[in-house]
């Protein structure tokens, strides 16, 4: 069957780093995306990760191992409004995205 | 990045009507379009994926006759909850795909939906 993996909630210090593990299982792969969501909003998009690596992008950067079925969502330098839902989601080989049910962060000042 | 626009973001229904909530590619053409359900600290469930020009496809356990989704064009889908009750009340969410990344990047904002 098809699975995501991710912690149900971290909390992590302002100005330090965390990092949001995922590990997946789909039938194919086409895909690893991480979303952030604040309470009462929508998914906002912040990576795509189809190859194996870090991609790094401001603040935030993204990490697959496709042989492992792992990634992780690195955070640096935390602010205040980091704190939010964090959404794991691998894209099967129809093109259909799985979702974990997210990992809730919470910054401490 | 692509816009999604998704209207409204906030309504309010009696019990028994119907409600429909438009959702827009602003600045790209959607082949695809999902719609998800949202319930409060849960994450997104996928209903239906919206394929401009023929029906739509609905996951397991949705009822399309309750749920109509149409997407008449490559920029506008449309679900339309029909004979609302208050079980209904949710968050709903769309999303489209990009035709030129083949990928489903962004969402609407979102509408939340209130039956009384």
């Known amino acids: 069957g098809q699975n995501i993996d991710q912690p149900t909630e971290m909390t992590a210090t302002e100005g330090a780093i965390v990092q949001i593990n995922c590990t997946y299982q789909?039938?194919?792969?086409?895909?690893l995306f991480w979303y952030q969501q604040h309470a009462g909003e929508a998914p906002t998009f912040l990576s795509y990760?189809?190859l194996d690596g870090l991609e790094e992008k401001g603040r935030f950067s993204s990490f697959l191992s496709r042989s492992k079925g792992y990634s992780y969502l690195l955070l640096k330098e935390l602010q205040m409004k980091d704190s939010a839902s964090y959404l794991c989601?691998?894209?099967?080989?129809?093109?259909?995205?799985?979702w974990g049910a997210g990992t809730k962060l919470i910054i401490k000042p | 990045g692509a816009v999604v626009s998704q209207h409204p973001s906030r309504v309010i229904c009696k019990s028994g009507t119907s409600v429909k909530i438009e959702c827009r590619s602003l600045?790209?053409?959607?082949?695809?379009m999902f719609w998800y359900r949202q319930f409060p600290k849960q994450s997104l469930m996928l209903m239906a994926t919206?394929?401009?020009?023929?029906?739509?496809?609905?996951e397991q356990g949705v009822e399309k006759d309750k749920f109509l989704i149409n997407h008449a064009s490559l920029t506008l889908s449309t679900l339309t909850v029909t004979s609302a009750h208050p079980e209904d009340s949710s968050f709903y969410i769309c999303?489209?795909?990009?035709?030129?990344?083949?990928?489903?990047?962004?969402f609407g904002q979102g509408t939340r939906l209130t039956v009384v």
């Open positions: 999303s489209a795909r990009d035709i030129g990344t083949d990928t489903e990047a962004f």
């Open positions: 600045d790209f053409q959607a082949t695809t």
């Open positions: 919206s394929n401009e020009g023929s029906k739509a496809t609905y």
């Open positions: 789909t039938s194919g792969f086409n895909g």
């Open positions: 990760n189809v």
């Open positions: 989601a691998g894209m099967d080989s129809n093109y259909q995205l799985i």
